[in-house]
């Protein structure tokens, strides 16, 4: 079993920043995907960006890319997303997630919220 926990959302302002953390902890076997993906209210919950362990690829979401970037830190089992230039539409809850052939592994999520 894997872990994991978020943190790092919070209430921000259009055109702000923020910066998410995930953190793995347990059975961490390799290679392995790392995502996030996001879920507003009343709405199917989307990729936004992952990375891989092998090539170090990334990937995301047409609405996020020039915005958003995802990258991680293997000594720590931390994959992180800066948001940048922030818009309303993507107040949701963000949540990682670790996938590893059938294995897939969710976290509590973090609230992100932006408003003026």
């Known amino acids: 079993q894997v872990q994991l926990v978020e943190s790092g959302g919070g209430l921000v302002q259009p055109g702000g920043s923020l910066k998410l953390s995930c953190v793995a902890s347990?059975?961490?076997?390799?290679?392995?995907?790392m995502g996030w993906y996001r879920q507003a209210p009343g709405k199917q919950r989307d990729l936004v960006a992952s990375?891989?362990?092998?090539?170090?690829?990334?990937n995301y979401a047409d609405s996020v890319k020039g915005r958003f970037t995802i990258s991680r830190d293997d000594a720590k089992n931390t994959v992180y997303l800066q948001m940048n230039s922030l818009k309303p539409e993507d107040t949701a809850v963000y949540y990682c997630?670790?996938?590893?052939?059938?294995?897939?592994?969710w976290g509590q999520g973090t609230q992100v919220t932006v408003s003026s």
């Open positions: 347990g059975s961490i076997l390799r290679p392995y995907v």
């Open positions: 990375i891989t362990t092998t090539g170090s690829g990334t």
């Open positions: 997630n670790y996938k590893r052939l059938a294995l897939s592994s």
